[in-house]
């Protein structure tokens, strides 16, 4: 018993870690598209700057996000390891096909699709705390509106306030304000999306202590009555996984922020990146997961409008819409359906 749990405890925090990587992989065409695009950074200097800060917010900014997904979705004794592996293996099945495709897709959509469809497949609807569940929905769905609505609005004063610079100076400046916004982002952005895996890791060791508390204890120190809580180690592995996904990059999906939404140039990119990093900054702050590819996005598409709404390709932003609409559900079918799957030999 004592080595099937080492196993699946080793194997469940590499799909974690492997889900991070993805999920930076990802996530950092969103990051990196306005100022690669705009000229403020070299993709080579993008990946070395955003990757480095991404670390930094993930490790040092908190887990409150991570306490939100661990026990307010659902209380741990409530659930089995299988229902983990299965939200897991929906979401990163589901993630990985919308990249197939090119298009921006939301891991935080994804996640809670799979928890939920996991959930309720293996223990009921009753089971899963739905008042928290509905709030987490609703800011999901908020903050992309916001990012439109600030984006649209914030990028109209920049232009206003700066109509007396001559183009080139004010190339430049945005150019260099993106040096600073880039830096914020990304902080903000690991300050989220690394906390998504740690609550995941976190969850599953208090399952798994339960099960064999002698072998856990080498991995994990619970708290009094079970407390849940992030270890250390989880935090920096995490971090570490989201960082190198960010390394490498995710150039498919950035071609398709950076050309097709609308030509984007350094005044744009500033005011979207102020947006968006404000956004995710305070949602971490108070503990709701966000996705970032739709602040990020809506934010662009709000920049966009602000100057000339003509401009903006709004068929791509529909078919964005329509994956955001769609993940949910889809990720909790492929969650449930991998349950019924994993619960046979675990």
């Known amino acids: 018993m004592e080595t099937n749990v080492l196993i699946i405890a080793s194997l469940l925090i590499f799909i974690v870690l492997l889900f991070e990587f993805v999920n930076g992989f990802n996530d950092f065409a969103n990051m990196a598209v306005t100022p690669v695009i705009t000229g403020a950074m070299e993709p080579k200097e993008a990946i070395l700057i955003i990757s480095a800060f991404e670390f930094i917010g993930a490790w040092f900014l908190g887990t409150t996000v991570a306490h939100t997904l661990g026990r307010g979705i659902v209380d741990p004794q409530n659930i089995s390891i299988a229902v983990i592996f299965a939200a897991l293996f929906g979401t990163i099945v589901w993630d990985f096909s919308s990249w197939c495709f090119g298009m921006p897709f939301s891991g935080s959509h994804a996640l809670i699709g799979g928890l939920l469809g996991a959930i309720v497949v293996s223990a009921g609807p009753d089971r899963i705390y739905w008042t928290k569940v509905g709030e987490i929905l609703i800011l999901l769905i908020l903050?992309?509106?916001?990012?439109?609505?600030?984006?649209?609005?914030?990028?109209?004063?920049?232009?206003?306030?700066?109509?007396?610079?001559?183009?080139?100076?004010?190339?430049?400046?945005?150019?260099?304000?993106q040096m600073?916004?880039?830096?914020?982002?990304?902080m903000s952005y690991g300050s989220n999306d690394a906390q998504k895996g740690m609550s995941i890791i976190s969850l599953s060791l208090i399952i798994l202590y339960r099960i064999s508390p002698q072998m856990m204890e080498n991995i994990y120190h619970p708290m009094p009555n079970n407390a849940f809580y992030v270890p250390r180690w989880v935090i920096v592995a995490c971090s570490l996984a989201l960082a190198l996904g960010s390394s490498i990059g995710g150039w498919r999906i950035m071609k398709t922020l950076g050309t097709k939404l609308f030509k984007i140039r350094p005044i744009h990119g500033f005011s979207a990146q102020v947006c968006s990093s404000a956004i995710i900054s305070i949602s971490s702050v108070l503990g709701f997961p966000v996705s970032t590819t739709q602040i990020i996005s809506s934010s662009l598409l709000g920049a966009g409008s602000a100057q000339n709404i003509g401009r903006v390709r709004w068929e791509v932003g529909k078919h964005i819409l329509l994956t955001w609409i769609i993940t949910i559900?889809?990720?909790?079918?492929?969650?449930?359906?991998?349950?019924?799957i994993i619960k046979t030999w675990i």
């Open 329 to 340: 559900p889809g990720s909790a079918i492929l969650s449930g359906l991998f349950f019924f």
């Open 180 to 186: 600073v916004t880039s830096v914020t982002l990304a």
């Open 143 to 177: 903050t992309p509106i916001i990012g439109l609505i600030i984006g649209r609005y914030l990028t109209k004063r920049i232009l206003l306030l700066s109509s007396d610079l001559k183009p080139n100076k004010a190339r430049t400046v945005f150019r260099r304000l």
